[in-house]
């Protein structure tokens, strides 16, 4: 589909936005630069974010010689946003300000075995009222609220089409949240959400071609190539733990055999780990996050079945990564998501031996492979992100005051 003009607007004033959000206070010059629209195009998108309410005039800085530029900066209480991360083992619900600062956060456990659809949609949201509640903000200031769900989405139908680890098929999830949910509803699923948060505040920051590697129960691979997300033609790009490490391998939720998933997923090190030493007091038989989290304990007291474990998982991981490496030639590779935190630095150091043994020389020497810079849960900041998108695409239809401007600078009409 061929983006309308309508679509280059809605990008190049969320581009302006992302830059405000980044660097506050900031001039429109400054603007130009960092996004490489004309002056005259940030000028018009600066205007419509001031009548948005999303920005403010914070006064003005001397420019060497010429006159005193002003400058804006993002109004934090000019609305509130609401990120969502449902996972296989729990629902976890932050609210944001607009300089996506976290104003309050909801966790919800799912128990093994609690992952009916209706289950999940009462944690949400519990977690939302939660969160709106906290934080003391009025309803009416949600601008929107952005939920990952793993697996493929269809983002315009709002429907969860197939997350294998939570058995789900064709779930019309946003439909279902809608019946306890007032405020406007954006889907997505993490691996996207992972991408942006990079995008935005992480280590894919100003950085062309990024991967980054979602290790939770399932795996996955977000992309940013060219500086932006990408989504494949039916938003089902990234599905790399889908892609077979092991000819005839280990079973897989998805129906295949030997998938990176079963190898490096929260389930895969825990088969890795009774395979290594089948009764380690390390196994919480069932629980997924018992068992990582003791697994990182010992490791970090060099526990030698637990170093192993994660050696054994790194060559696993190693290879795959290697793969993305070789493909894509990323300047950055990004390890994220909730085993990837707790198994941390141990992790890292493995799979960067792992992997030079695996990747072309030349590729590899352009790659860095970081743990995620980004201090609270990237999956949230990143649904709540997709909720700004949403919120900035839907104001735009009620402005129309400006747009006649702004649409010749930036495509012809459609
Ligand atoms: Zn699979």
Known sequence: MKPTSRDIRTANRYEVLRQIIAESPTSRQELAVATGLSLATVATLVGELLDLGLITEVGFEDSAGGRPRGLVAVDPSGGALIGVDIA??????????????????????LRPGESLPEQVVGHVAAGVGSVVAQAGVEAARVLGVGVSVPGQVDRDSGVAEYAPNLDWHDVPLLDLLAGHIAHPLYLDNPLRACVVAELWFGAARGR?????????????????????????VSNSAGEWGHTTLVLDGRLCHCGGHGCVETYV??????????????????????????????????????????????????????????????????????????VAARLGEPLLAEVRRAVARHALRRPLAATEIVLTPIPTDPVSLGAATFALEGALRSAGRRTPRRSATARSRTAPPS
């Open 265 to 338: 997923g929260a389930p895969g090190i825990m088969q890795n780990l009774r395979e290594l030493s089948p009764g380690s007091p390390l196994l919480h038989p069932g629980d997924q996050t018992a068992t990582i989290d003791a697994l990182a304990r010992a490791v970090a007291e060099d526990d030698p079945v637990a170093v192993k474990t994660v050696r054994e998982t790194a060559r696993y991981l190693g290879a795959g990564i290697s793969d993305l490496i070789n493909l894509l030639n990323p300047e950055v590779v990004v390890l994220s998501s909730w």
């Open 208 to 232: 062309g071609d990024a991967v980054v590697v979602n290790l939770g129960t399932g795996v996955g691979a977000g992309l940013a190539l060219g500086g932006g997300l990408h989504r494949g």
């Open 88 to 109: 296989e083992t729990y629902v976890h619900v932050e609210l944001f300000d607009l300089a996506l600062n976290v104003l309050a956060r909801a966790d919800e456990d």
